[in-house]
């Protein structure tokens, strides 16, 4: 998925767009190397080393990974899209630029 994410960073640069990340590895010292090691440009939190953590808890979370498309106005337009997880990034990209614009 990290090779995914890249190319998202990459291809949304300059854009509205951002991705964060949470992850729930119990070894936070090991998720610092693979951070490092996988070259995670993104804001990426540790959620306390389990799947019951208070970030997962807050958002409803039972499984990794989980996906949310949220809008330039913060709302959750998608959750777990996985085939056509791209395009609706590319519709909402567009959204909010044009609602920049418009500002």
């Known amino acids: ?31 610092k190397r693979i951070v490092k090691e996988k070259k995670l440009t993104w804001r990426s939190w540790w959620d306390g080393g389990g799947t019951g953590g208070p970030i997962a808890t807050r958002w409803n ?4 990974p989980t996906l949310y498309i ?17 395009s609706q990034l590319e519709v909402l990209v567009e959204e909010a630029k044009n609602a920049a614009v418009k500002e």
């Open 61 to 64: 979370i039972n499984g990794w």
């Open 70 to 86: 949220i809008d330039h106005e913060g709302v959750i337009r998608h959750r777990n899209v996985y085939s056509d997880f791209d």
């Open 1 to 31: 998925m990290y090779p995914h994410e890249r190319s998202l960073v990459k291809k949304f640069e300059g854009a509205p767009f951002a991705i964060l990340g949470i992850n729930s590895d119990e070894d936070r010292d090991a998720l």
